[in-house]
């Protein structure tokens, strides 16, 4: 209990002043010659010129794409990390990184940081990851906040099936929206600041400080999600 405690208190200290952000999961197996690992540069260069840090797993493949498009534009680079036997050696391209034991740590700070979701191709992983977001917003747990689905070919028996839980009628017609799938960076950055920065109150302000370009109306940055 003492080490769960441990690990809340001090990624919190870590990561207060990186809001806001927007996550990016994705496999650690993509490989950096890989057509989703350009994808995955790419929205985060986006996402950081529009003034949102980029956080992610801080591992390798889809993980270090995120950190390192962040980072080749200036954006502020996060790795929420976790220890493993494998597969999850720190990247290179991180300003910030925090290493944690327990998955529902981090999957409770990703969410607890992240104005939206942005969802590559990846494993068992990056569903959790996915349905753990869909679960809190369809309950009301935590507010509405945007989910991308990027790389419709890979998902696209996911997505079907998502669809199919709405026609048996295990999930509401509604909750339909709370993903939304594409393939163009344009409209998925589109989408993030629709659905991320009005709803939340997030205005753009001069850049006092290099990394909160976006504040809330007392001058701090804002928190949807309180857990």
Not at 17 to 27: D, N
Request: proline share 4%.
């Amino acid at each position: 209990m003492f080490e769960i405690i441990a690990e809340f208190v001090t990624a919190t200290e870590r990561l207060q002043t990186i809001q806001p952000a927007v996550a990016i999961f994705g496999s650690s197996r993509i490989t950096p010659e890989h057509p989703y690992y350009a994808m995955a540069e790419d929205i985060a260069r986006r996402l950081s010129e529009a003034g949102f840090s980029v956080i992610s797993g801080g591992g390798p493949g889809i993980m270090e794409a995120a950190n390192r498009g962040a980072k080749e534009v200036g954006g502020r680079s996060v790795g929420c990390n976790i220890e493993l036997a494998s597969e999850q050696a720190a990247n290179p391209y991180l300003d910030r990184c925090v290493r944690m034991h327990y998955f529902f740590v981090r999957k409770a700070l990703l969410i607890k940081y992240s104005y939206a979701f942005v969802v590559m191709p990846g494993g068992a992983g990056t569903l959790d990851e996915l349905f753990e977001a869909v679960t809190l917003i369809q309950t009301g747990k935590i507010k509405n906040f945007p989910i991308v689905i990027m790389g419709i070919d890979y998902w696209r028996e996911l997505i079907g099936f998502i669809d199919k839980m709405a026609q048996h009628g295990t999930i509401s017609a509604s909750d339909l929206t709370l993903i939304y799938a594409t393939d163009s960076v344009e409209e998925a950055i589109v989408h993030i600041e629709s659905k991320a920065i009005e709803p939340f109150g997030l205005k753009r302000v001069a850049r006092i400080r290099k990394h909160f370009p976006w504040l809330g109306e007392r001058g701090l940055p804002t928190q949807h999600a309180q857990l």
